[in-house]
């Protein structure tokens, strides 16, 4: 889903064309004429993308990107400042539409998997991996919930709704889906057991809570 985007921009009229063009595909954008404003509002707003001129006034660009990258994982795209106007606009918004058409096609990328939710497909270093009906829906309902430990109750309730198998089937088609997206099941990264709470999905290796027992 369209996200919110921090521009860092001196000239008034650029920043008023890349904010139209942002808009007008559903993200929510701030702009900032300087690094130092631009510092501020990373820290107060968390913006999930960064585009950046490198040809500020004060501290410039690249001051502002040595700095930002010491202490934040945002990424930053950056208008070359040896282009000219009309050149960065135009590589910029190339860089964007690719950005917008990703966002669009509604997908999920967790280590060498996407899953593509408008095609209903989980594929593996772009190799599709084959998933039951009740086994994608398992999945997709834990993705969307991820970062969360969920309990089998609620697990059951979301994917099942209450009216096949009972309980037990949760378990099952954790154990099936591990098998085919974890490295190692019996220490999965991506489908974790949380004692006394259930099950949390996990995007990314780094997101694992030091609390949370991934074995079965």
């Known amino acids: 889903m369209p996200g919110n985007i921090l521009i860092i921009e001196d000239v008034k009229e650029t920043a008023d064309l890349i904010t139209l063009y942002l808009s007008r595909e559903g993200f929510e954008t701030r702009a900032a004429k300087s690094a130092e404003e631009a510092f501020a509002i990373v820290e107060s707003w968390k913006p999930e993308l960064i585009i950046l001129d490198l040809k500020l006034p004060g501290k410039n660009g ?8 010491e202490s934040s994982d945002t990424p930053v795209l950056i208008i070359s400042a040896g282009e000219s106007d009309e050149d960065r ?3 910029l918004f190339s860089s964007l539409s690719g950005l917008i058409e990703k966002n669009q096609k509604n997908i999920l990328e967790f280590g060498p ?12 270093n772009g190799e599709r ?8 829906n398992c999945l997709v309902w834990l ?8 309990s089998v109750e609620a697990i059951y309730a979301g994917v099942w709704k209450n ?10 088609y954790i154990q099936r889906l591990r098998k085919k997206i974890e ?3 019996s220490n999965p990264v991506y489908i974790v057991t949380v004692h006394g709470m259930g099950y949390q999905f ?6 694992i809570d030091k609390g949370v027992n991934q074995k079965i």
């Open 62 to 69: 690249f001051t502002f990107l040595e700095k930002h990258t």
């Open 143 to 150: 993705t969307e919930h991820s970062g969360k430990p969920m």
């Open 183 to 185: 490295e190692d099941p």
């Open 113 to 124: 998997y996407t899953l593509d939710y408008d095609a209903c497909i989980l594929k593996k």
């Open 202 to 207: 996990n995007i990314d290796k780094k997101s």
């Open 129 to 136: 991996v084959p998933l039951s009906t009740n086994e994608y």
């Open 89 to 91: 606009i135009n590589a």
């Open 163 to 172: 009216k096949y198998g009972d309980i037990t089937t949760v378990a099952v």
